[in-house]
């Protein structure tokens, strides 16, 4: 059973960067697949932040491109999420998920999601 | 991008009934749509992809259709466990954009 669960820190200052890591377990990331990051705002929608393959090929939001920067490290079997000069905006729920093979598609594991606050 | 919207906002269903949810996209997305149930608290959970095809594990009691820019999300028979938001999503460009949710809530 593939299992993830997302570690990082609740609270970043504003112009901080926000950093996660979803470490993944069942399911060795060099096998495949690309690996995602949504986050959700408290009471409102779904936002795709960007995915990643296991060699390291990356898709980004544009609408967060600037800020974002994924990596892997498939030696720890783990990917990570950083979001620079972050602000009141950025505060959300992350998740982190498993999404297809080919090319980032949908979603159809998900981590139970860590909320962060940007605050000062 | 692809804008996505989804009607109703808010449906009021009694267990044992039927609901029906919509999601439209603003240019065509092939077959290329997923559906997600959340519950309060919970991460979503993947239902439907290639709009009409069960992810693993979901009951037949969901069905999906649809393909271009109109999709349906069907529950047949409303079980109490399916008082939820759902979610659609497209796939078929980048980037990847959400529908904005329906809640299905207990009439």
């Known amino acids: 059973q593939v299992q993830l669960q997302e570690s990082g820190p609740g609270l970043v200052k504003p112009s901080e960067t926000l950093s996660l890591t979803c470490a993944v377990s069942g399911y060795s990331i060099s096998s495949g697949y690309y690996w995602g990051w949504i986050r959700q705002p408290p009471g409102k929608g779904l936002e795709w932040i960007g995915s990643i393959y296991h060699s390291g090929s990356t898709y980004y939001n544009p609408s967060l491109k600037s800020r974002v920067t994924i990596s892997v490290d498939t030696s720890k079997n783990q990917f990570s999420l950083k979001l620079s000069s972050v602000t009141a905006a950025d505060t959300a729920v992350y998740y982190c998920?498993?999404?297809?093979?080919?090319?980032?598609?949908?979603?159809?594991?998900w981590g139970q999601g860590t909320l962060v606050t940007v605050s000062s | 991008e692809i804008v996505m919207t989804q009607s109703p906002a808010t449906l009021s269903v009694s267990p044992g009934e039927r609901a029906t949810l919509s999601c439209r996209a603003s240019q065509s997305v092939s077959s290329n749509l997923a559906w997600y149930q959340q519950k309060p608290g919970q991460a979503p959970r993947l239902l439907i992809y290639g709009a009409s095809i069960r992810a693993t594990g979901i009951p037949a009691r969901f069905s999906g259709s649809g393909s271009g820019t109109e999709f349906t999300l069907t529950i047949s028979i409303l079980q109490s466990e399916d008082f939820a938001v759902y979610y659609c999503q497209q796939y078929n460009n980048w980037p990847l954009t959400f529908g904005p949710g329906t809640k299905v809530d207990i009439k």
């Open positions: 998920a498993r999404t297809t093979v080919v090319t980032p598609r949908y979603f159809d594991y």
